[in-house]
């Protein structure tokens, strides 16, 4: 598939655990960008990557989330001792470069139990 | 940051009618995009439309930077059209999304 993939779809975990999300973006985007998306909400800016650097992580609740890119290619977020109010669908999305048009993978749904 | 507003927050329409979705925002832009969040939640990309008017088959859309506001045209909707369309600005690096406008489109 040509699109963005995110991996896992959902995930179910307990209060207090530390959970990785995965992000694929489409080939050859280098801009990358993770969203929060809350029930009855619009999706929420948590981090942008141009390449393998956090070029604005102004978004991020907390020190406990935190995002990599290392290969400036797949993109992980990492949540550590999740808290239910993080429960929601984390979005991610890339584009060709800075201000182009975003193109958004289908979610990963995190519950928080 | 900028604010985006958008009207009507929920729509219902009969089969056939023709609506239109508003987006307002608080400040210039660099880019705008409309999506449709389908009922499985993916966001489906409608248009980029920074300026200017752009078609696509029953959609249409208009940005006027110059007055911070962009529609959303739907004619002869359909029931598949269901869903929540949402209007989004960049705002130097980040996206930010309205509140969305939820249709229902009866048969």
């Known amino acids: 598939g040509a699109g963005v993939s995110q991996t896992p779809s959902n995930k179910v975990t307990e209060k207090g655990k530390y959970v990785e999300l995965r992000c694929d973006p489409i080939?050859?985007?280098?801009?990358l960008y993770w969203y929060r998306q809350s029930l009855g909400q619009g999706p929420e800016f948590l981090i942008y990557?141009?390449?393998?650097?956090?070029?604005?992580d102004s978004g991020l609740p907390n020190d406990r989330f935190f995002a990599v890119r290392p290969e400036g290619s797949v993109s992980t977020l990492k949540i550590q001792r999740t808290e239910r109010g993080d429960s929601a669908v984390y979005l991610c999305?890339?584009?060709?470069?800075?201000?182009?048009?975003?193109?958004f993978g289908p979610g990963t749904r995190l519950t928080v139990l | 940051g900028i604010q985006v507003e958008q009207s009507p927050p929920d729509l219902i329409l009969q089969e056939g009618a023709n609506s239109t979705l508003r987006c307002n925002f608080s400040?210039?832009?660099?880019?705008l995009q409309w999506f449709h969040q389908n009922p499985w939640g993916q966001l489906i990309n409608l248009f980029y439309?920074?300026?200017g008017t752009k078609q696509n088959g029953r959609l249409s859309a208009t940005t006027v930077a110059t007055e911070r506001y962009s529609s959303l045209y739907i004619s002869s909707s359909q029931t598949t059209d269901s869903g929540v369309y949402f209007c989004?600005?960049?705002?130097?690096?980040?996206?930010?999304f309205g509140a969305g406008t939820r249709l229902t489109v009866k048969p």
């Open positions: 439309i920074p300026s």
């Open positions: 989004a600005v960049v705002d130097n690096n980040d996206m930010r």
């Open positions: 080939s050859g985007h280098t801009a």
């Open positions: 400040d210039s832009v660099n880019n």
């Open positions: 990557f141009q390449g393998t650097g956090a070029a604005d």
């Open positions: 999305a890339s584009s060709p470069g800075a201000n182009n048009e975003q193109f």
